[in-house]
């Protein structure tokens, strides 16, 4: 814990990933430090005027390891924890941030402060490391509402200098520090000599208080469609046992092919009660199924438009409504906006 002259507390929850890595002088290799650490590894927190705590998953993880378990460990820390802290920091891997924080976002409906997930390309340990910016600064936004009567309450992601909606979020680079783009959302928060916050972007607080969850539920697929696929490529998934929902995967603004290859076996799901949901292989902009007939063939299976859904809050949205909702709420649920996730 660092000591400070406000009374604001942020927690810091390290699950892994490159940000906690230093490298080990004795065999050269990256290694997670201890968060217990923190302080000697990055002394310029010690400059807050606000307390930070920490914890840490028992075994960090690299996020693709990262799992449905994961995010409901994540969503009962915070919740656990939501009246002892005025705003918390997730220290994550990049890999799969994007999904972890709109699976946050659905977990933690509700919420009244700030969770900002953060990581780095470069570990904190290493001299050009994106880590430490990262991460000093996610501190400083996650303390704003304390510090500076801000009201965010929703989860964000903070990667080079921008802070995004974080089910508006895709990882899009391997290889530069802006790792992350939300493109169908503008950006909440950017920094630079000073952060400067789009306040009409942010969430209002629903004042409803943290809702219970009941789980999330798995038993869902994502189908990519691309020319030539076979029929029997898509009935092996459409055909999984217990499948209850598939993502389809389509071209531009919700088109796939007018074949049979493809629509009867996804006929067949739907008459038997499964869901598909219509989602862009286009990262940018919005699924309209009667634009072309390509699309409309589609609604009229009964597919349900996916709306301008990045895939990562489509595949925790779906988990979500299957494990906390009766099955037929689940399509006009893809019709609203549970946490600004799409726009309508
Ligand atoms: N593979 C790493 C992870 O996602 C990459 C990173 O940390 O950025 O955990």
């Not at 943290?210 to 990519?224: C, D, E, M, S, T």
């Not at 493809?262 to 499964?274: C, I, N, Q, W």
Request: overall charge neutral.
């Amino acid at each position: 814990m660092s000591k400070s002259d406000s009374n604001a507390s942020i927690l810091v929850i390290y699950t892994g990933g490159t940000i906690g890595m230093i490298l080990d002088p004795i065999d050269g290799q990256l290694k997670p430090f201890n968060m217990n650490h923190l302080m000697e590894t990055v002394p310029e927190l010690r400059r807050f005027n606000f307390n930070i705590y920490t914890e840490s998953f028992k075994v960090p993880i690299d996020s693709s390891d990262m799992s449905p378990l994961g995010w409901i460990e994540l969503a009962n820390i915070i919740s656990q924890n939501h009246n002892n802290y005025d705003g918390f920091v997730i220290l994550h891997g990049t890999d799969t941030m994007a999904y972890t924080a709109s699976a946050l976002s659905f977990l933690l409906r509700g919420l009244a402060k700030p969770v900002i997930l953060t990581g780095s390309q470069l570990p904190i340990g290493m001299i050009r490391t994106d880590g430490k910016e990262n991460l000093i600064t996610a501190l400083e936004i996650s303390a704003n509402n304390a510090i500076h009567g801000f009201n965010m309450c929703e989860v964000g992601i903070y990667f080079d200098s921008v802070l995004y909606r974080g089910n508006r979020t895709s990882k899009v680079s391997t290889g530069h520090f802006n790792a992350f783009s939300s493109p169908n959302y503008m950006a909440l928060a950017n920094a630079g000599v000073e952060i400067s916050f789009n306040q009409s972007a942010l969430l209002k607080d629903p004042k409803t208080g943290l809702l219970p969850f009941k789980g999330l539920n798995q038993n869902i697929a994502v189908l990519p469609v691309f020319p030539g696929i076979t029929e029997k490529v898509v009935r092996a998934i459409c055909q999984t046992e217990g499948l209850e929902a598939v993502i389809l995967r389509t071209y531009g603004s919700g088109n796939a092919q007018r074949d049979k290859a493809l629509l009867d076996p996804l006929k067949s799901f739907v008459d038997a009660g499964g869901l598909v949901l219509n989602v862009s292989q286009c990262a940018e902009g919005r699924v309209r199924q009667r634009k072309y007939q390509t699309g409309a063939a589609l609604a009229d299976l009964g597919v349900i438009s996916g709306q301008d859904s990045t895939l990562e809050a489509a595949i925790t949205k779906l988990m979500y409504c299957l494990g906390n909702y009766q099955k037929d709420k689940v399509a006009d649920k893809f019709k609203t906006s549970l946490c600004g996730e799409i726009s309508v």
